[in-house]
């Protein structure tokens, strides 16, 4: 039995997202990413190209036990491509999940990437979803970057890709608690606040305006759940701040501004990527 979706939004003017709290219907998946049910690939790619639609290779992993909760779908400009655009896909396997709402704080997940217009391989990464802020990580650098070009025997390679990032999930979960186990003194975590301000809006000189935001801003907590100075909290606090915008600034003009979320796939899968590995350097130091 399918419930409703629980988020529904277009996380910035280029990118459809859809998040349920239970597995998602074909149906549902449809009216947010309709490049996963492309009829076919997009005509600028040649006869090498292996077309196999994500619907799918998606039933074929919902078959060994995987099942999506969220679908995002990035937009086009290009008259005729919104139909092949890239497009994400989050889920997770039996064994992690019952298909209901966990009782746990995080839920390992497994993230497809893939696009029917040349723009990306198939592509599996390891992810960490935290339920009270309705949150997804992507892990950095403790588990497998899987990449399956369209060439040959697509959906098996992508069953078989998604089997080995569900393997790395015990270095995942080991991370995450070595995250959850590190205090952080106050300037530990401005350090790690401004490295990530600098992953967000670039390098600045000091001849150049300085960020919208500052680094104590990305540590404000937005509900009394990520309170704590652990490093897994100051972890998803700043993760969160950086993503997600909404947060009050200044312009380069000195215009009052909000900070706009990150909506693309490729930049948003890049900075969490991004975060996680600095977090697990701040880890190696720390321990």
């Known amino acids: 039995m399918y419930s409703t979706p629980t988020l529904a939004t277009r996380f910035a003017r280029n990118t459809r997202v859809l998040r349920g709290d ?26 090498r190209y292996t077309y196999i639609p994500t619907i799918d290779v998606l039933r074929g992993l919902r078959k060994e036990g995987f099942e999506p909760f969220m679908v995002a779908q990035g937009q086009s400009r290009v008259e005729g491509k919104a139909e092949f655009t890239k497009h994400m896909i989050r889920m997770r396997h039996v064994r992690d999940d019952s298909g209901h709402v966990s009782t746990k704080p995080e839920a390992n997940e497994i993230i497809l990437i893939n696009s029917h ?8 990464l390891a992810g960490v979803f935290r339920f009270v802020c309705c949150n997804g990580l992507v892990v950095g650098n403790v588990s497998n970057d899987i990449r399956i070009p ?11 890709g998604a089997f080995r990032v569900l393997e790395d999930f015990e270095a995942v979960d080991a991370s995450t608690e070595g995250m959850k186990a590190l205090t952080l003194q106050s300037e530990e975590e401005h350090a790690f606040a401004t490295a990530a301000l600098a992953l967000r809006f670039g390098e600045r000189t000091e001849d150049q305006p300085p960020p919208p935001i500052t680094a104590e801003q990305l540590i ?21 701040n950086t993503l997600r915008g909404g947060q009050p600034g200044r312009s380069v003009q000195g215009r009052r501004i ?3 979320a990150v909506g693309s796939i490729d930049r948003g899968v890049s900075l969490n990527r991004a975060l996680w590995v600095l977090a697990e350097e701040m880890r190696k130091i720390k321990r």
């Not at 597995?23 to 006869?47: C, W």
């Not at 369209?150 to 078989?160: D, F, L, P």
């Not at 404000?220 to 969160?240: I, K, Y």
């Open 220 to 240: 404000e907590a937005r509900r009394p759940e990520d309170l704590g100075h652990s490093l897994w909290t100051t972890f998803q606090r700043v993760q969160e």
């Open 150 to 160: 369209h060439k040959g025997n697509i959906q098996g390679e992508v069953i078989e």
């Open 22 to 47: 239970a597995p998602l219907s074909e149906d549902q998946m449809r009216g947010a990413a309709p490049s996963v049910f492309a009829e076919g690939k997009h005509a600028s790619r040649s006869e």
């Open 117 to 124: 217009d040349g723009a990306s391989s198939y592509q599996m």
């Open 258 to 260: 909000h900070t706009r």
